[in-house]
């Protein structure tokens, strides 16, 4: 039996926070998991060098009072650790800390700033991850181009060292092999909790490039699928949409009548969360409710999603071409060069652009 805590959270207010986090904490019964000199990981979602006001990154007020909890409960060693997009490079990380503002955090945690990582099946997954005792996953609520929805098994994703993210796309470029990749790699990690943070989430275009949509809640649980399941239905997503969940549901890592909801309410989206461009087209929204969805799945074989570059907005930093795994982007006169053949439609370089130069559109398929 798994158990699914619901807490009301109108604003990042610190006291309500940590009021948020404690009651988290009780109905799932953490202190289970506390021993004398444990070491613990928080593993926020830290995709790019985002300002928080984006709702593309974790909040740190979310880090914060999760941390403080800990602390209180007699854990010292508590470390926050993610490997964004882009480079594994101490100077990243000091960079997306900062934007992030979670340099603040120095006084309740340890950032990490090494670059390690080691083989666990066949993944290599960051040293922090493989020396933590009790693993805290504290995602984003987050529509994504590729994945559809972004929330508890995604952010495993920044378990994966650096330019070994676009590696694994161009490994397993179709949907389903990339869902099943996810899911994998989620079994390898096995976080005990998983916290996220749906006070302000982001629709349409994510996961960087989408905005901001307040929903109020913080969630947790120990079982990351079920929460996801739960959270794509707050968005009015159809979690069969979602092809990891279907993937987990097949493997039986969740059940949805064996679980417990706790705590307050929940609040549901409404209108539901816009899709991103990458999974739908605007002319089926035009349509009657009930030929949406056969429109959508035609337009979805028939024409390919591809990224599209606003030279106007490029500054030609190159994080597009150093993410793009089968590398067929290059910078020629300070500006960004894509072509079509051999794009796996993975969207790294949308996810990556600081300038948010990067959208997406269809092209009919050969």
Not at 41 to 67: G, S, W, Y
Not at 136 to 161: D, E, I, Q, W
Not at 206 to 213: I, K, L
Not at 241 to 257: G, N
Request: net charge positive; charged share 25%; proline share 6%.
């Amino acid at each position: 039996m798994s158990v699914q805590s619901v807490v009301r959270c109108d604003s990042y207010d610190p006291d309500l926070m940590r009021e948020a986090v404690r009651r988290h904490f009780a109905a799932l019964n953490i202190g289970r998991y506390i021993k004398p000199g444990i070491n613990v990981l928080i593993k926020p979602n830290l995709v790019a060098a985002r300002k928080p006001q984006t709702a593309a990154t974790t909040r740190l007020e979310v880090v914060r009072a999760i941390a403080e909890c800990l602390r209180s409960m007699g854990v010292e060693h508590i470390v926050l650790a993610d490997s964004p997009g882009g480079l594994y490079t101490a100077q990243a990380l000091d960079t997306v800390y900062a934007v992030t503002g979670m340099r603040a955090l120095q006084d309740v945690l340890e950032l990490n700033r090494g670059t390690g990582y080691r083989q666990r099946g066949h993944f290599n997954i960051i040293d922090p991850v493989c020396e933590a005792d009790l693993i805290v996953n504290v995602a984003k609520l987050k529509t994504h181009s590729m994945t559809r929805l972004s929330a508890g098994v995604k952010n495993l994703f920044g378990c994966v060292p650096g330019l070994q993210k676009p590696e694994l796309h161009y490994t397993y470029p179709e949907a389903g092999a990339f869902a099943q990749m996810l899911v994998d790699l989620s079994q390898i990690v096995k976080p005990q909790i998983t916290v996220l943070d749906a006070v302000e989430c982001m629709e349409g275009d994510g996961p960087t490039g989408g905005t901001m949509r307040r929903l109020g809640l913080l969630l947790a649980s120990d079982n990351m699928y079920a929460q996801d399941d739960f959270a794509a239905r707050l968005i009015g997503m159809d979690p069969g949409d979602v092809i990891m969940l279907r993937k987990a549901r097949a493997q039986r890592l969740y059940d949805l009548e064996d679980v417990t909801y706790v705590g307050d309410e929940p609040v549901y989206a409404d209108p539901p969360f816009r899709l991103p461009h990458a999974v739908t087209v605007d002319v089926a929204g035009f349509l009657p409710g009930w030929l949406q969805k056969p429109a959508r799945f035609a337009m979805d074989r028939l024409l390919k999603p591809l990224p599209r570059l606003d030279r106007d907005k490029c500054v030609g930093c190159g994080k597009c071409a150093e993410s793009c795994p089968p590398g067929i982007i290059t910078i020629r006169e300070h500006k960004a060069i894509f072509v079509a053949k051999g794009c796996i439609s993975c969207f790294c370089c949308q996810e990556m652009c600081p300038a948010h130069a990067i959208s997406v559109r269809r092209r009919l398929r050969r």
